[in-house]
């Protein structure tokens, strides 16, 4: 018995064994050879630049088609657009009104905003050469409707409200309310002036006072010179 014991034994041992090399056979068996690994990158890879071109090509139709949210837009980095940038609410940055342009080199220029036309809310320069203007007139204005206009020192509503109103979206009760000097846009309207306001649905929200201060000195130096000159013309007639 003890010998049929050995001999069964060493029979497991050998099936066991090559139940044992079988198995590493199909293990081997089943691993993808040299060929079928690179067949299955160059898949891969073309997927993956397949992937690529549709997402560009959805990005860009997404784009090009505009998109909205109801939500802020944050970019932490530089954002240029080719296109029109365009805003329904106030366009606002805080760093260019604390930016000192004193250091920066190159020419400055006025900017101006478009109020009327298709053009609302554009912005951009208006040419001063004169090779861009035409039926040239000189100005109607007189001294005396500039002097007529009186400036004023005066604080803004909504900036009293600031400090005075609870209610106030702003309300702060230690804000210093700033005073501002400047003229009243319907008072340059009442002396015929009109054209230094801003109108905007038929109502002036503004003065150009670039404009309004270089034309009124012209104006008003022009008249005191005339005055000037017609006084020693008189003066040299009575032979003073």
Not at 7 to 18: T, Y
Not at 46 to 61: G, M, P, S, Y
């Given at each position: 018995?003890?010998?049929?014991?050995?001999?069964?034994?060493?029979?497991?041992?050998?099936?066991?064994?090559?139940?044992?090399?079988?198995?590493?056979?199909?293990?081997?068996?089943?691993?993808?050879?040299?060929?079928?690994?690179?067949?299955?990158?160059?898949?891969?890879?073309?997927?993956?630049?397949?992937?690529?071109?549709?997402?560009?090509?959805?990005?860009?139709?997404?784009?090009?088609?505009?998109?909205?949210?109801?939500?802020?837009?944050?970019?932490?980095?530089?954002?240029?657009?080719?296109?029109?940038?365009?805003?329904?609410?106030?366009?606002?940055?805080?760093?260019?009104?604390?930016?000192n342009l004193g250091s920066v080199s190159g020419n400055r220029q006025t900017v101006w905003q478009i109020y009327d036309g298709a053009n609302v809310g554009l912005y951009g320069y208006a040419p001063s050469s004169i090779t861009t203007k035409t039926n040239l007139e000189q100005v109607p204005y007189s001294a005396e409707s500039f002097l007529r206009c009186a400036a004023y020192l005066y604080e803004y509503k909504d900036q009293v409200a600031m400090r005075h109103d609870p209610n106030s979206e702003y309300y702060d009760p230690e804000y210093q309310i700033p005073q501002e000097v400047g003229y009243m846009a319907e008072h340059l309207i009442e002396n015929g002036l009109k054209q230094f306001v801003t109108i905007r649905d038929e109502q002036p929200i503004g003065i150009d006072y670039a404009a309004f201060g270089a034309v009124g000195m012209n104006v008003i130096g022009r008249a005191h010179a005339a005055e000037i000159a017609a006084i020693k013309e008189r003066l040299d007639a009575l032979g003073v």
């Amino acid at each position: 018995m003890s010998g049929i014991t050995t001999i069964s034994d060493k029979l497991a041992q050998r099936l066991l064994e090559r139940f044992g090399q079988i198995e590493e056979q199909l293990r081997t068996l089943q691993q993808p050879t040299g060929t079928s690994v690179g067949s299955l990158v160059n898949q891969v890879q073309q997927a993956l630049i397949n992937i690529t071109a549709t997402v560009n090509a959805k990005v860009v139709e997404f784009l090009s088609s505009g998109f909205s949210t109801g939500g802020n837009v944050t970019a932490t980095g530089n954002v240029t657009a080719a296109g029109t940038v365009s805003g329904v609410a106030a366009l606002k940055s805080a760093g260019a009104a604390g930016t000192n342009l004193g250091s920066v080199s190159g020419n400055r220029q006025t900017v101006w905003q478009i109020y009327d036309g298709a053009n609302v809310g554009l912005y951009g320069y208006a040419p001063s050469s004169i090779t861009t203007k035409t039926n040239l007139e000189q100005v109607p204005y007189s001294a005396e409707s500039f002097l007529r206009c009186a400036a004023y020192l005066y604080e803004y509503k909504d900036q009293v409200a600031m400090r005075h109103d609870p209610n106030s979206e702003y309300y702060d009760p230690e804000y210093q309310i700033p005073q501002e000097v400047g003229y009243m846009a319907e008072h340059l309207i009442e002396n015929g002036l009109k054209q230094f306001v801003t109108i905007r649905d038929e109502q002036p929200i503004g003065i150009d006072y670039a404009a309004f201060g270089a034309v009124g000195m012209n104006v008003i130096g022009r008249a005191h010179a005339a005055e000037i000159a017609a006084i020693k013309e008189r003066l040299d007639a009575l032979g003073v």
